[in-house]
């Protein structure tokens, strides 16, 4: 599967590879694991979504888009990493982060955008064991954070 390629078919371009915004690096390389950090809807180096969500409708397209652009960070972190997203050979995990109203129920459907990108990108190989979990804030007011990791293949 040519990632690439896939990329291009849903419309969608990788960004530059996001800088760390404090005192951690964007991925470490262990054995055949890659751990990435927590990546923000970041878009020309500034927070694309920010605010709280909500389950009103639009709020939750608001969030799906911003897990989503998180994912796309992510898979330019990979990419970063790896030279190649071809060389994933699974996304074992997703710990997605929602910064939500109190109470929040639905942060499952907003961290969708990320896992649904995922799998649209890598096919088999994107399914992931997942948590999706409202919090009362992220760094810069960011609607959304997830951190991932993937299996190297041989």
Sequence with gaps: MNCEKKLAELGLTLPPP?????AYVPFVKTGN????AGTLPMVDGKVSHTGKISS????LAYGY???KQC????LANIKAALGSLDK?????????FVNGVDDFPDSPKVINGASELLVAVLGDAGKHSRAAVSVNGLPFKASAEIAVI???KD
Aim: proline residues 6%.
């Design 18 to 22: 996001p800088a760390a915004a404090g």
């Design 33 to 36: 694991l890659l751990f990435l």
């Design 56 to 59: 009103d409708p639009e709020s």
């Design 65 to 67: 888009a911003a897990a």
């Design 71 to 74: 994912a796309l960070n992510t």
């Design 88 to 96: 994933v050979a699974r996304v074992v995990s997703v710990n997605g």
């Design 150 to 152: 993937v299996e190297i």
